[in-house]
């Protein structure tokens, strides 16, 4: 059975309260250093997402193209994210760290030249799509993995996570409606170009962070061996593999919405590219207000049991976001559909993080990633396929059904994930005869 780490106090005395205590792990400087270079990377990685989207439907007007893009951009974290973890259980991730913001600048710009040229083309767009998903597959959870490693008191990783997730939503908000306004104006290239200039803010903020906490050196078993133990922790103990494969049925059933979100705004809702911002801008907001949310809370108490809620919250905004044909009310569900998207995600990452042996918390991470971005290609190509088929509206009516239906199995669980992980109150109280 998994552990807390006790250096992980979750019901510490001298935490802050009110906005000291929603932004407090900030008080780290390396963790202060990250936050503000992510801040300014993702913001670019959020132009480049929406133009990557507009793109390739600009230049097929295809619903199934839009699928392979996004099948083969999250397949290889499908693939290589168990490899990412036991390197990143091994090596030193901040070096790891650095190597992989290097190599997602270079395809931002590579794919900038592309298109500012005028010879992209859809072989392009699926070849340095496969490229960025190599990357993240070994980004994802390193980077995962490392926020501990840059915070001086260990308490404070709830917050952090979630003040991880307030920068990357904030940014969501920024980037989409910086890129609708480019897009309209000077055309796609330019969004990338501006996401490989980002890199530098982060890639700067890594280099100049100072007395980050090491991984302990320990004489390591082969590779495969490595992954058979972090394989047999995860799912060997149900209150990680509950959470892992609820974020998987998410990924797989819930996330479609991101691929389809070209089609609502250009053929259900007859807008362009600004319509599309506003769309994503909004699931920024939402997820904003999510994250501040987590942010401002002082433990993790009860939190696992939050997951199970908003799963259930995310999966009713996607029913209704299907049915609706009003621009205003449709921003409204996506500012709804961001907020279940992101307590969920977020929840269940600081769940995780906060139940995970040290020794192990890059393969757990690495399951974490498979489940939130392993499943985005088959994600992508179910979606893609059906959208064909059935359209998108009922497309996306069928993913909120089985998100909800997720989220019900779920809370069903709950109850006895307490009994098994009652340390720290993560799943909610347990009864006193039950200890």
Excluded at 224 to 251: D, E, M, N, R, T
């Amino acid at each position: 059975m998994a552990t807390v780490d006790p250096v992980y106090e979750i019901n510490g005395s001298d935490i802050p309260t009110g906005v000291k205590g929603t932004f407090r792990a900030l008080r780290h400087r390396n963790f202060r250093l990250f936050f503000i270079g992510q801040m300014i990377s993702v913001t670019g990685m959020w132009m480049q997402v929406v133009a990557q989207s507009w793109l390739v439907y600009r230049l097929t007007g295809s619903a199934v193209l839009l699928g392979v893009v996004g099948f083969v951009g999250n397949l290889p974290s499908f693939v290589f994210a168990p490899l990412a973890g036991v390197l990143a259980d091994r090596w030193n991730r901040h070096r790891l760290l650095v190597a992989t913001q290097v190599a997602s600048m270079i395809q931002a710009l590579l794919f900038a030249v592309l298109i500012l040229t005028n010879v992209i083309a859809v072989w392009h767009i699926i070849v340095l799509s496969c490229l960025l998903g190599f990357i993240n597959a070994f980004d994802m959870p390193i980077r995962q993995s490392f926020v501990p490693d840059m915070l001086d008191r260990k308490d404070d990783l709830s917050n952090a996570i979630a003040l991880n997730s307030t920068m990357v939503n904030g940014s969501r908000l920024i980037g989409p409606s910086i890129a609708g306004i480019l897009i309209a104006a000077v055309g796609e290239g330019y969004c990338f170009l501006i996401n490989g200039l980002s890199f530098i803010a982060v890639i700067g903020a890594l280099l100049a962070m100072k007395g980050y906490r090491k991984q302990k050196k320990v004489r390591h078993e082969p590779v495969w061996q490595g992954l058979k133990v972090g394989f047999s922790y995860v799912f060997g103990f149900p209150p990680l593999s509950a959470i892992i494969l609820l974020l998987a049925l998410v990924s797989l059933l819930g996330m479609p919405y991101v691929i389809l979100m070209p089609i609502f705004a250009k053929t259900i809702l007859g807008g362009g590219p600004n319509t599309l911002g506003f769309l994503m801008a909004a699931t920024g907001i939402g997820a904003l207000v999510a994250a501040i949310y987590l942010a401002s809370r002082n433990n993790v108490r009860g939190l696992g049991k939050m997951v199970g809620v908003s799963t259930g919250i995310f999966g009713l905004g996607l029913v209704l976001f299907s049915f609706s044909r009003s621009f205003p009310l449709s921003v409204a569900l996506m500012a709804v559909t961001g907020f279940g998207m992101i307590t969920q995600m977020a929840g269940s990452n600081t769940v995780l993080q906060t139940i995970t042996e040290e020794d192990k918390r890059g393969r757990v991470m690495s399951f974490y990633t498979m489940a939130f971005r392993g499943m985005a290609p088959f994600s992508s190509l179910l979606a893609g396929g059906l959208a064909s088929a059935i359209g998108a509206p009922y497309t996306l009516l069928i993913s909120g059904l089985c998100t909800m239906l997720g989220a019900l199995w779920y809370s069903r669980k709950v109850s006895s994930l307490r009994q098994l992980c009652p340390t720290g109150d993560v799943f909610g109280p347990v009864a006193p005869n039950a200890r």
